[in-house]
T-cell receptor, first 114, second 115 residues
Framework: NAGVTQTPKFRILKIGQSMTLQCAQD?????MYWYRQDPGMGLKLIYY???????DKGEVPNGYNVSRSTTEDFPLRLELAAPSQTSVYFC?????????????FGPGTRLTVL | AQSVTQLDSHVSVSEGTPVLLRCNYS??????LFWYVQHPNKGLQLLLKYTSAATLVKGINGFEAEFKKSETSFHLTKPSAHMSDAAEYFCVVSVRGGGYNKLIFGAGTRLAVHP
């Protein structure tokens, strides 16, 4: 199994540009999550999904959108990029809800908005 | 409100000496607690988790943590550090609210291991 994969690894955007961060998992997990990690901070939840077609907001959803058309894929869309969105983005998945099962993390996407 | 505090932002040890990474939590009910490790340019990996079973939890790579309710602590220890243990460590508490169970991450402790 590849586990959780993320593309791209690095990206530089100009203010106002848009992009999609890709995330895929091959473990048939129902639950998927997007986090951002700012320097010197822990991770904060942006969006999560409990299955195909079902998504909901986390702690810091503003400026982002998600979709979940398949069990495997959970892309994160940034519209009108802002410098405040400079961060490292992690995708994760789990078979069960957060507090009863292990979350598996991808390697991250490092995004810089200039 | 639920929260987690990692008491040291940086810890430096010599190879072969014990490791102690400190974590205190705040929760209005019995929490689920986790330690995750993040090696440079890698994703997070679960070291161990506490879910109201045994208070001493053993994890991977020789790490263990003890849940102490009276002290609201969940410190991570290892008897003998290895160079490969150098990484960032996150203490995490799981809480319920807002329609989903969410993880609250501490700010992290960077562990350096010297020869």
């Amino acid at each position: 199994n590849a586990g959780v994969t993320q593309t791209p690894k690095f990206r530089i955007l100009k203010i106002g540009q848009s992009m999609t961060l890709q995330c895929a998992q091959d473990m048939n997990h129902n639950y998927m999550y997007w986090y951002r990690q700012d320097p010197g901070m822990g991770l904060k939840l942006i969006y999560y999904s409990v299955g195909a077609g079902i998504t909901d907001k986390g702690e810091v959803p503003n400026g982002y959108n998600v979709s979940r058309s398949t069990t495997e894929d959970f892309p994160l869309r940034l519209e009108l990029a802002a410098p405040s969105q400079t961060s490292v983005y992690f995708c994760a998945s789990s078979y069960l809800p957060l507090d009863s099962d292990t979350q598996y993390f991808g390697p991250g996407t490092r995004l810089t908005v200039l | 409100a639920q929260s987690v505090t990692q008491l040291d932002s940086h810890v430096s040890v010599s190879e072969g000496t014990p490791v102690l990474l400190r974590c205190n939590y705040s929760s209005s009910y019995s929490p689920s607690l986790f330690w995750y490790v993040q090696h440079p340019n890698k994703g997070l990996q679960l070291l161990l988790k506490y879910t109201s079973a045994a208070t001493l939890v053993k994890g991977i790579n020789g790490f263990e943590a003890e849940f102490k309710k009276s002290e609201t602590s969940f410190h991570l220890t290892k008897p003998s550090a290895h160079m490969s243990d150098a990484a960032e460590y996150f203490c995490v508490v799981s809480v319920r609210g807002g329609g989903y169970n969410k993880l609250i991450f501490g700010a992290g402790t960077r562990l350096a291991v010297h020869p």
